[in-house]
């Protein structure tokens, strides 16, 4: 079974992590930009964070035979923090780089007039840049946020083929499926979405513009269920080819709009460096 998570936080995971994920079947990645879990206090946290996604975790990644790419965007929970905002006129400078295959993510956190400011104005960025867009919707008033999503996706002029709307569930799948857009779901230990519930949905709907990630981060979640979802389709009487179709084939084409995928890894040098460091921890025994 080979993966590709189209949507994990690298960056708040550790080196087992990647090597279980590697024995698991994955592949390849894309880690959207995420906010910092507390308050930032400066546009030059988001510099240094941007740098990390393009740069060191791409390194980490490739030294576990894992292709890493990266989406970059202000964040909706972090859109409202007036101290944030001017980073969207820096995301040029990011979104320029290879690597980078999609904007995002983008959306809403709690629905307000500055989350919506910042969603339509990376939408415009995904339209100059030729970029895929990846959208959050709200943990809260989930079906008034996907409805509003769609608005603004179609306002702004976005093929909806080049967008995933993500975090769905059986509320919100329809609406996003009517309006041509992809469907990301993230399976989860205890909510958003399981393995078998996924299964349900892809056994009601078919398996064309479906994305299934782990959304993994620092909090409680699973870099594995993407597995887990792969082993419960099986048990269900979906074929290997289903599986590879769901887990790789279409996170390749999605993300493949951007024309920047870099799939191929080299084999790794546990000696490599990066920036002068290495995943080593002292010199060899």
């Known amino acids: 079974?080979?993966?590709?998570?189209?949507?994990?936080?690298?960056?708040?995971?550790?080196?087992?992590?990647?090597?279980?994920?590697?024995?698991?079947?994955?592949?390849?990645?894309?880690?959207?930009?995420?906010?910092?879990?507390?308050?930032?206090?400066?546009?030059?946290?988001?510099?240094?964070?941007?740098?990390?996604?393009?740069?060191?975790?791409?390194?980490?990644?490739?030294?576990?035979?894992?292709?890493?790419?990266?989406?970059?965007?202000?964040?909706?929970?972090?859109?409202?923090?007036?101290?944030?905002?001017?980073?969207?006129?820096?995301?040029?400078?990011?979104?320029?780089?290879?690597?980078?295959?999609?904007?995002?993510?983008?959306?809403?956190?709690?629905?307000?007039?500055?989350?919506?400011?910042?969603?339509?104005?990376?939408l415009e960025l995904a339209r100059e840049f030729a970029l895929p867009a990846m959208v959050h919707t709200p943990h809260r008033d989930k079906l008034a946020g996907t409805r509003r999503t769609l608005d603004l996706v179609e306002a702004a002029g976005m093929d909806p083929r080049m967008v995933v709307v993500d975090h769905l569930n059986e509320v919100t799948v329809d609406l996003v499926d009517e309006a041509g857009a992809w469907m990301g779901f993230s399976i989860y230990p205890d909510t958003k979405m399981d393995p078998d519930r996924m299964v349900a949905i892809l056994q009601r709907r078919g398996l064309d513009r479906v994305l299934v990630n782990s959304a993994a981060d620092w909090g409680r979640s699973d870099p594995l269920r993407t597995r887990a979802t792969g082993e419960a389709m099986l048990a269900a009487g979906f074929s290997d080819d289903d599986v590879d179709k769901v887990l790789w084939r279409n996170p390749v084409e999605f993300f493949g709009q951007s024309g920047r995928l870099l799939l191929d890894v080299p084999e790794a040098d546990q000696g490599a460096t990066f920036a002068g460091n290495s995943l080593l921890r002292g010199e060899r025994a």
């Open 1 to 122: 079974m080979r993966i590709f998570d189209p949507h994990i936080h690298m960056s708040s995971r550790t080196t087992d992590d990647y090597e279980a994920m590697y024995a698991a079947g994955v592949r390849a990645l894309v880690e959207p930009a995420f906010w910092l879990g507390q308050p930032r206090t400066s546009v030059e946290s988001f510099v240094d964070y941007f740098d990390s996604l393009v740069g060191w975790e791409r390194f980490r990644a490739s030294q576990f035979g894992i292709a890493h790419h990266c989406t970059i965007a202000l964040n909706p929970k972090e859109a409202n923090d007036p101290r944030c905002t001017p980073v969207l006129d820096l995301l040029p400078r990011y979104l320029a780089k290879d690597g980078v295959v999609a904007v995002g993510e983008v959306g809403f956190d709690s629905m307000t007039e500055e989350e919506e400011k910042a969603f339509s104005r990376q």
